[in-house]
Structures are given as C-alpha cells and as structure tokens.
C-alpha cells in the first residue's frame, strides 16, 4: 500500500486559496504516485482565543469543500466539533474527523460512524495510544469499521508536545490505517498566549521517523505564505516544500513495505 497523503489549509480561508491549493497539492501528490485527500477545517471550534479566526461556519464551509470534491475529483476530509453537524457534513465528506480534543466525547464518535463513512480519529494529546481501542469500540458498536488513527504528539509539561513513535506501532496493533499528524505534532501548544506556537523545521524529521515506524500515511497542514495564514502560521508547511520531503518519505515507505514482505515470506 503506497504512503497516503491528507493534506491542505488548517482552515478554509477563502474559496480561491482552497480551490488554488488543492489543485498544487493534487497535481503533486499524484505526480509522486501517492493517494491524496484534501483537508480543510470550516470551522475551528476549538482555539486558544476568542479572537482566533476559525473559518465559513459550515454551510459555507461545505460549500467549497463540495466544489474541491467536484471540480478536482479527490476526497475531501474535515472536522466535525458537535453531534447536530454530522449529518450534513456526511453528505459532502469522503472521511469525517475526530479531533484530538474531542477523542473521548462519545455522542460525537457515535453520531459520525452512525453515518457508515470512514472515520479518522485524532488520539488526544492527553491519551495513552493503547486508550484508543475503547475509541474503537465506540466506533465498531454502530457497525462502521471504516477506522482511521492519527497519531499528533502528547503533551510534554506545558505548551509542548513530544512524538513517541512507539504510539505508531501499538495503534497499527489495533488492526486500522494509521497516520502520523508531522505539522500539529510540532505544535507548542498555547505557546504564544493567544496562540499555538511549533517549530516547522522539525516537521520533516518526525514525518521520516513516523514512516520508518509503519505510519500508513501523512496528515499535512500547508499553506502558499505559512507566515500570512490565519490558523496555525508556526506549523504549517510551504506547499513548494512539499514535493522533496514526499519523494523522500516515499522512498522510505518502499524499504518498511519491502521489509514487511520479506517477514511474511
């Protein structure tokens, strides 16, 4: 199974910039070979500030997700933060998302695997990975097994993250896809009073590690100007960067894919 792409804005900050990127992103990702999903939040309900910028709202939001899914034929991903959303997410969304803070909230998990679609859900920061197979068992009691992990740091002291990579390997043990998060798990979260903070350049090190580790694929936040965009500006990466760091982790999701082969012969 080739290394699978998520990638796209933290959030939807305009028709045109997300119509514009999932295009670059598309013509990349599958230039490399790889299977690509757009992400983009419509609305993030869970920042810092009362102040922070958190995107249309969903009906807008949806709106411009339909047309990317439309327009550009790739699946498109985004968050769901209230059990009253789900619905009318489902009917645009290829996979509904779990966030991380919300990973244990279980009429939310419940109303999203009610839909069937695949579900992704982020392991809290907060959460032990081996704490996830009782987010599993929410999923598997509605009779949807379509169940994705996203592995994105846990918390280290305050307003930091560390990457275990150990979480990779016991997550896969479950028996699901997994994903690595490489921009949220350089986050320091908080760390900048009224926002996050992260260190981008530790992006490309933790995506290679998480690869060698099994990770099934990459959740990449990107942005044409990281510095101007209105969501996590610390984190995300420049999408002309994109295309080395993907050939690399491509090159190793080969060598784990041969090594896998080579064991089960």
């Excluded at 939807?12 to 992400?39: D, M, N, Q, W, Y």
């Excluded at 695997?113 to 996830?132: C, L, R, S, Y």
């Excluded at 949807?144 to 846990?154: A, C, H, L, V």
């Excluded at 993250?161 to 350089?186: C, E, N, Q, W």
Aim: with cysteine; proline share 6%.
């Amino acid at each position: 199974m080739p290394l699978a792409v998520v990638a796209g804005p933290c959030v939807i900050e305009s028709r045109e910039t997300c119509l514009k990127i999932a295009k670059r992103l598309k013509e990349l990702v599958h230039g490399l070979g790889l299977p690509f999903v757009f992400k983009a939040s419509y609305d993030k309900a869970n920042r810092s500030s009362i102040h922070s910028f958190r995107g249309p709202g969903l009906d807008k939001g949806l709106e411009i997700l339909h047309e990317i899914r439309s327009s550009l034929d790739v699946p498109v991903l985004s968050d769901v933060h209230s059990p009253w959303e789900v619905e009318k997410a489902a009917k645009v969304l290829d996979i509904i998302q779990i966030p991380a803070l919300l990973c244990r909230q279980t009429d939310l998990i419940l109303s999203a695997a009610e839909t069937g679609k695949p579900i992704n859900v982020k392991k809290g920061q907060f959460m032990a990975p081996w704490d996830m197979k009782l987010v599993a068992e929410k999923i598997l009691s509605t009779g949807n097994d379509n169940i994705i992990f996203t592995e994105r740091g846990t918390t280290f002291g305050y307003n930091n993250l560390v990457s275990d990579m150990r979480a990779i390997v016991i997550l896969k043990g479950m028996g699901y896809p997994v994903l690595f998060d490489a921009t949220h798990s350089v986050q320091l979260p908080g760390g900048q009073e009224r926002c996050s903070g992260g260190d981008r350049r530790m992006v490309e090190p933790l995506a290679r590690a998480a690869v060698a580790a099994g990770a099934d694929g990459l959740f990449l936040e990107v942005h044409e100007q990281p510095e101007k965009a209105l969501c996590d500006p610390a984190t995300m990466l420049p999408v002309d960067a994109l295309f080395d760091m993907l050939k690399k982790l491509k090159k190793i999701r080969e060598v784990v894919q041969e090594d896998v082969r080579d064991t089960s012969t």
